[in-house]
């Protein structure tokens, strides 16, 4: 069997993928920037490429029938060379993309959808076999969070609309299932948690797994600017970010789409914080100041 090629392995998304390949003993390969910082399991062919060079590709897909690809830029540019070269490879491609994705609008509501919208058409053009797994909030971005909470107990921030925050490890089985499987072809998966919530609500749910109350308190999108911008962020990603708050509409919408292609419902959010609470307890010395 030919090896399937992982993009962003090294992320929150991209390590589920690769640890439930390797357990369904299914031949992985992993492209990282850095080969020798990835910290993945001995049983990965670890390769070094870039996403943003075409050129060192070549040699990590040799061999690679299938690739899962996060897209980590802010901008379709150097896409369409990407896909080229993995075209020459490759015969099937799976990509995480957004559920906030509207086939219906001519222009998406916010940059960041309207990215995975132009690399959805892109992948669609690339005469690659495809999969899109649209994937709602996923629960491992409050790990962001994870600062304010052990050393203040309040998260603070700009509010954005709530959503069915889905757990990584079901986007993880979904895309395991697309790239070994067969059926998915030409599929768009819309892929929730079984919830909707609010980041008040998820704030809650983190303090109730490490048995601290802790709060969530709105701040304003021009002070959030300001303190992101402070904090070195690029500019572009701040944009970025700031416009998803500022005009994505809100969404109820929750699917059944994990457990249908996995026999497994959604995990909640409150699972995965449960899961993830020594993350977010202050340290002893710390409590103890």
Known sequence: MTEILVT?????????????????????????????????????????????EPGTLEEALKGVGVVFLIWPFLTTGGAAAVLEVIA??????????????NDDAERQTDPINQLH???ERLIEESGLRWTVLRSDTIASNARGWAGQIRTTRVVRGPDIAATAVVHERDVGAVAVRA??????????????GPQVLSRSQQVQAIGEAIGHPVAFEKVPVQLARRRMLADGRPPALVEA??????????????????EEITGVPARTFRAWAEEHAEEFRPDRAASEK
Do not use: C, F, K
């Not at 991209?14 to 390797?22: A, E, F, I, N, P």
């Not at 790239?179 to 929730?192: Q, R, W």
């Open 8 to 52: 962003g392995a090294t992320g929150n998304v991209g390590r589920q993928v690769v640890g439930q390949l390797l357990a369904a003993e299914t031949a992985v390969r992993a492209l990282v920037r850095d080969p020798e910082a990835a910290g993945l399991p001995a049983d990965v062919t670890v390769v070094g490429g870039d996403l943003s």
């Open 179 to 192: 790239l070994s499987g067969d059926g998915h072809e030409g599929a768009t998966y819309v892929l929730t």
């Open 117 to 119: 919208a132009d690399m």
């Open 241 to 258: 970010l700031l416009a998803g708050v500022e005009n994505r509409p809100a969404s109820n919408v929750i699917t059944s789409t994990v």
């Open 88 to 101: 020459r490879h490759a015969r099937r491609i799976v990509y995480l993309s957004s559920s906030g994705v």
